[in-house]
């Protein structure tokens, strides 16, 4: 056993510059990881006015002034019936995909901003784009049609600008060179590198033909050794050694 493991140790001394490999799959998961986007910024402009009447409260006949909507998107991005569309039909099966709670995914990512005269901004920053279109598409066209509606309500007393959407979804894809999340899996990787490249060792060692010990080639010639030639570059450096601690 205790040769066995000499063996090994002197193999990994040997081809110690084997073990650079070990560096190899951490660099490229996150060679990977920097190229690949892990976020997105999904935006959607609405054509509205602060003074347009959205239809937004329970009773049937009320609006109220977009204006004062967009002081608390919450209660638009919240709504009791849109988190049900959202979860019962747009993203059925949200928590066993995704894991997070509807309403806290919502309260992070999304926002409702003015982005110039007559114009907002609907927006989703997160790390699916697939969630982030869905989002997005949803809450614009609610919007919208909420404000038509809120004009019909209010007998089309409004500023005279005609909700809709302006123009189509924009995404924009995210990348960065590290994130605090990466550190897990970059664990597990350089773990999984360690063990791969002393695998690697113990095979090359073990299939390795070159003699490993007086015992082998005795075995190998049939005869019995004598005596042995110690490594002379040990001894030169020895009597080196002493030479210089004699000066």
Do not use: H
């Not at 998961?29 to 509205?48: E, H, W």
């Not at 500023?159 to 959407?165: A, E, K, Q, V, W």
């Amino acid at each position: 056993m205790n040769f066995n493991v000499k063996r090994y140790y002197y193999g990994i001394v040997k081809r110690r510059l084997l073990a650079l490999v070990i560096f190899i799959i951490p660099a490229v998961f996150l060679i990977v990881s920097a190229i690949f986007p892990d976020r997105y910024t999904v935006v959607q402009n609405v054509t509205i006015s602060e003074d347009s009447p959205v239809a937004l409260l329970t009773n049937p006949v009320g609006f109220m002034a977009f204006k004062e909507l967009n002081e608390d998107p919450s209660a638009f991005f919240l709504n009791a019936y849109a988190l049900n569309k959202i979860t019962g039909t747009l993203l059925s099966g949200w928590a066993e995909k995704y894991g997070p709670v509807m309403d806290d995914v919502i309260k992070t990512s999304m926002n409702m901003v003015l982005a110039g005269k007559n114009t907002v901004q609907i927006s989703y920053f997160g790390k699916s784009r697939e969630v982030g279109d869905i989002l997005v598409s949803f809450y614009s066209d609610r919007l919208v049609k909420k404000a038509l509606e809120g004009l019909v309500r209010s007998n089309n007393e409004g500023p005279g600008i005609m909700p809709d959407l302006s123009g189509g979804i924009e995404v924009y894809e995210i990348r960065a060179v590290w994130r605090p999340e990466r550190l897990r899996p970059l664990i597990y990787c350089t773990m999984a590198s360690i063990i791969l490249v002393l695998i690697l060792f113990g095979f090359l060692e073990w299939n390795d033909p070159s003699f490993k010990s007086e015992r082998q080639i005795a075995r190998y010639i049939g005869l019995p050794i004598l005596g042995n030639v110690p490594d002379l570059n040990k001894v030169a450096a020895l009597i080196r050694a002493e030479e210089s601690n004699r000066m």
